[in-house]
């Protein structure tokens, strides 16, 4: 196996959760927020899909599929155009609304474009440094594990909170 098809493998386990998760809930049970307070599941899969398409994006100098390919209007929500939703508050986070097959044809696309991307990766782009605004600098290869890791933990969180969904 070449680190390509593993780090495909990887983001494919994401891809393969994601519409899991959101399936059959409506708009209402997707925004819920435990407590009050806690991350939505709309939020989550919203997030985990835009950190996947904006580090990526800019791992491989192309542009995100959030911008691209219309997504932003598509979602019609009150952010920046570059928001990940790294360091949402309770407000920004309540505002990220969005239907299940919004969400899951959103991941999708990220989900297709990713395979597109890795399916070009060689062993020797891994260890090219693409930020070096970190001490040590963060090569492709630890920018794509960090990736996969915050995702598995952001789409295990949703299925968490679909887990305590009343009903």
């Given at each position: 196996?070449?680190?390509?098809?593993?780090?495909?493998?990887?983001?494919?386990?994401i891809?393969e959760?994601?519409?899991a998760?959101?399936?059959?809930?409506?708009?209402?049970?997707l925004?819920?927020?435990?407590n009050?307070d806690?991350?939505?599941?709309?939020?989550?899969?919203?997030?985990l899909?835009?950190?996947?398409?904006?580090?990526?994006?800019?791992?491989?100098?192309?542009?995100?599929?959030?911008?691209?390919?219309?997504?932003?209007?598509r979602?019609?929500?009150?952010?920046?155009?570059?928001?990940?939703g790294?360091?949402h508050?309770?407000d920004q986070v309540?505002?990220?609304?969005?239907?299940?097959d919004?969400l899951a044809?959103y991941?999708?696309?990220?989900?297709?474009?990713t395979v597109e991307?890795?399916?070009?990766l060689?062993?020797?782009?891994?260890d090219?440094?693409i930020?070096?605004?970190w001490?040590?600098p963060?090569?492709?290869?630890?920018?794509l594990?960090?990736?996969v890791?915050?995702?598995?933990?952001?789409l295990?969180q949703a299925?968490?909170v679909?887990?305590?969904?009343?009903?």
């Amino acid at each position: 196996m070449t680190p390509a098809e593993l780090l495909t493998d990887a983001f494919g386990r994401i891809s393969e959760g994601v519409p899991a998760v959101v399936d059959g809930l409506s708009e209402e049970q997707l925004a819920l927020r435990l407590n009050g307070d806690g991350n939505s599941i709309a939020w989550l899969v919203w997030h985990l899909t835009r950190v996947q398409d904006d580090h990526l994006a800019d791992a491989f100098g192309t542009e995100q599929v959030w911008l691209a390919d219309g997504w932003q209007q598509r979602f019609g929500l009150d952010l920046e155009p570059a928001d990940t939703g790294y360091g949402h508050g309770r407000d920004q986070v309540a505002a990220v609304r969005a239907p299940a097959d919004l969400l899951a044809g959103y991941h999708a696309a990220v989900a297709q474009r990713t395979v597109e991307l890795l399916a070009k990766l060689t062993p020797e782009q891994l260890d090219e440094v693409i930020d070096d605004n970190w001490d040590p600098p963060v090569t492709r290869g630890v920018r794509l594990v960090s990736v996969v890791d915050d995702d598995a933990k952001h789409l295990g969180q949703a299925e968490y909170v679909r887990g305590l969904l009343p009903g």
